[in-house]
């Protein structure tokens, strides 16, 4: 094995979006102590850790990834008391909580860029980044990630700020020593307070080309901001700043986050050496495909195509192997769900492919994320009007392209976030079938799902076939067989149309793993001589030679025993 063993290697991770988990004070939106109170529910699903979108001060244009004070807890979730209960609660039951570290960009509404926006001359000022216009135009073309213009004018200076997301999020000048000294020192109180570790928001865009130039046009509105301000020169510079001083200082795991990210870009940020970070979130395969309509190209919904869906993964399977740890994940709060989009959320076959494509992951090489509900197979909603949606993303997008430019209709485009919405993420956690799925006694800040009738944990904790119980095995296991930790990738029936097949090696182990992706009976062969003994799998029996619909299984053999195939592993 060429793996160093590490604790944040062989954990599970639980995302938490608080604000949609569970309201304890009966005001509509999810907060520190309603987190507590589930705390026992996590310590039975059997997670390590639980990954804590914002929870800091905040306006909350964007729900807390725009901070306006770093060491502060938001209002609507509590108080510092509060977290340092749930941290502690957390600890008690084994499960470790890592902090999401949003230090791309502020608010602005945090201090710093109240000095910097008061004046020029202000010390401030250089903390964030500036520039003239050219004559009545913003200084680049650039459209920021959330719609609009990424340059906002103010007055007072007559200048222009950088905001890569809205433009209450003004990008923070990583190239001023202070910003980074500032932005270490707080990263220290908080390891210091005791916590695990950090997500790491947009990292792969602290530096930015220093030339600022103007990006291709394609929606006939603005210019594209990537690669400009992604992957800048001197990324890994301040990476390796940040590692030697705070993060190697401290047993903590983090992960960084890296829209566009490379194989060989990972293999810097989350090489080996640890002289950066533990692993990254790469996105590309929850990123558009090859896309019919360009001009909403983010919205694009496809069912995704298993051969390049595949391809994808394995890439990174393989890439990554001996060089970099890598992180798997099918949701998360920017993303629909995951039985939505890869699998299919129709009666008779939601819990089957939710189990599949949690068997799939579950067993690949790299770090699992579930995120919250997941775990329960909820699935994306029908948004059927504009005042329905909460996501400041979606509602720039609606803004930019329905109601001022007319580009798509108000139908079309709302079709397009029923599927690829962050919103369907947003809906709150679906705990039982009382009156908004029991996350709150109030009407909650958005919409719950119709279907927490049917869809909610109440109803799956106790039921061994629940998408719950399933979940609940795999981390087990992950937990009890290091090969499904540690074991090397490798991939098989890369030309089926309807299987994905891998396996993992270790030692003198070898574990197969085959999931079918269609409702259809397909043919598969590889488990007609097996001697093995099956971990897993979502079906109680099977028929020789046939994978059912939407079937997953997975078999532990010694290699000794399957002597005819053990010449070609190397
Ligand atoms: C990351 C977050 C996303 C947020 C953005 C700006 O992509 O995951 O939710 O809107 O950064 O902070
Ligand atoms: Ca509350």
Not at 65 to 81: A, H, L, Q
Not at 248 to 277: C, F, P, Q, R, W
Not at 539 to 551: A, C, M, V, W
Request: aromatic share 12%; with cysteine.
């Amino acid at each position: 094995m060429n793996d160093k063993k590490a604790w944040w290697k062989e954990a599970v991770v639980y995302q938490i979006y608080p604000r949609s988990f569970a309201d304890s004070n009966g005001d509509g939106i999810g907060d520190l102590n309603g987190i507590t109170q589930h705390l026992p529910y996590l310590a039975d699903l059997g997670i390590d850790v639980i990954w804590l979108s914002p929870v800091y001060m905040s306006p909350n244009d964007d729900n807390g990834y725009d901070v306006s004070d770093y060491r502060d807890i938001m209002p609507e979730f509590g108080t510092m008391k509060d977290f340092d209960n749930m941290l502690a609660t957390a600890h008690e039951l084994g499960i470790k909580i890592v902090m999401d570290l949003v230090v791309n960009h502020t608010s602005d509404e945090h201090e710093w860029f109240l000095r910097s926006r008061s004046s020029k001359d202000d010390p401030y000022r250089d903390y964030y980044i500036w520039k003239d216009g050219k004559g009545s135009y913003p200084p680049t073309n650039w459209q920021s990630v959330f719609s609009g213009s990424a340059w906002e004018y103010d007055d007072l200076t007559g200048q222009y700020y950088l905001h890569c997301f809205t433009k209450k999020q003004p990008d923070l000048n990583w190239a001023n020593k202070k910003v980074r000294e500032s932005v270490y020192e707080m990263m220290t109180w908080w390891c210091e307070k005791g916590i695990d570790g950090f997500r790491l928001d947009a990292i792969n865009m602290i530096s930015k080309d220093p030339s600022f130039p103007e990006g291709p046009v394609t929606d006939g509105l603005y210019g594209e901001l990537m690669p400009y301000v992604a992957q800048g020169p001197h990324v890994h510079e301040y990476l390796r700043e940040m590692n030697r001083k705070v993060l190697s200082k401290y047993d903590i795991m983090t992960v960084g986050e890296a829209d566009g990210l490379s194989i060989e870009e990972a293999v810097k940020y989350a090489g080996n050496d640890g002289s950066e970070l533990g692993m990254m979130f790469h996105f590309e395969h929850v990123s558009k495909g090859a896309t019919t309509t360009p001009v909403f190209g983010k919205w694009d919904h496809d069912h995704p195509d298993l051969t390049k869906l595949r391809n994808i993964l394995n890439k990174w399977q393989t890439g990554l192997e001996g060089r970099a740890w890598g992180s798997l994940y099918w949701d998360n709060h920017d993303q629909p769900r995951a039985v939505s989009r890869f699998g299919n959320d129709s009666r008779q076959y939601r819990v089957l492919s939710a189990k599949m494509l949690a068997t799939l992951l579950h067993m690949m090489k790299g770090t699992p994320y579930i995120y919250q509900g997941e775990e329960l197979g909820m699935t994306n909603m029908t948004f059927s009007s504009i005042s329905d949606c909460r996501d400041v993303e979606q509602i720039n997008a609606y803004r930019q392209y329905v109601t001022k430019h007319g580009m798509i209709s108000s139908e079309e485009l709302l079709k397009c976030f029923s599927a690829m919405g962050r919103d369907n993420a947003r809906t709150p956690m679906q705990w039982d079938n009382s009156m908004n799925g029991g996350f709150s006694t109030a009407a909650p800040w958005i919409g719950v799902n119709p279907n927490y009738t049917e869809i909610n944990a109440a109803s799956q904790i106790n039921d061994p076939d629940s998408v719950y119980s399933y979940y609940k095995k795999l981390i087990r296991l992950r937990h009890e067989n290091e090969i499904i930790v540690y074991g090397k990738f490798r991939p098989l029936l890369e030309d089926s149309d309807c299987i994905y097949a891998y396996e993992r090696i270790l030692d003198d182990d070898v574990l197969t793993v085959a999931c079918n992706w269609t409702e259809n009976n397909v043919k598969c062969s590889l488990f007609d001589c097996t001697s093995g003994r099956e971990l897993i799998s979502n079906y109680d029996d099977h028929t020789p030679g046939i994978l059912k619909p939407y079937e997953a299984r997975v078999y532990l053999t010694r290699l000794a025993t399957t002597t005819n195939r053990s010449a070609s592993f190397s």
